[in-house]
């Protein structure tokens, strides 16, 4: 399983972004996607995720109410709309991929992209 994350790039405070991950190669039936951050001299952490075959999504309490992920299992494609953006959210976005439902530890995760840098200016 490949990913690719793209669509990042430089917005202001309350503005819109939303980032694709491409999912290529693997069969993703039993496995969900995640998508993480990392801001500079921090931890990686959980965003939100989505199982891949079931409508299940978990979000982190930080973006509840302003990030959407969404899936098309057709086009293979995994999107993370953010709305309402804040400085805080400045960091690279990663998707991943992990087998059964998604969990907020990047360690359970088996399949990375490589990240897009989100940058939210106040």
């Known amino acids: 399983v490949q990913l690719q994350a793209s669509g990042g790039g430089l917005v202001q405070a309350g503005g819109f972004l939303r980032l694709p991950c491409a999912v290529s190669?693997?069969?993703?039936?039993?496995?969900?996607i995640g998508w993480f951050r990392q801001a500079p001299g921090k931890e990686r952490e959980f965003v939100c995720g989505?199982?891949?075959?079931?409508?299940?999504?978990y979000y982190a309490d930080s973006v509840k109410g302003r990030f959407t992920i969404s899936r098309d299992n057709a086009k293979r494609m995994v999107w993370l709309q953010m709305r309402n953006l804040e400085p805080e959210d400045t960091a690279v976005y990663y998707c991943?991929?992990?087998?059964?439902?998604?969990?907020?530890?990047?360690?359970?995760?088996?399949?990375w992209g490589q990240g897009t840098q989100v940058t939210v200016s106040s």
């Open positions: 989505i199982h891949w075959s079931v409508s299940t999504t």
């Open positions: 190669e693997g069969t993703l039936s039993g496995h969900s």
């Open positions: 991943a991929a992990e087998k059964g439902l998604a969990t907020k530890y990047a360690k359970n995760y088996v399949y």
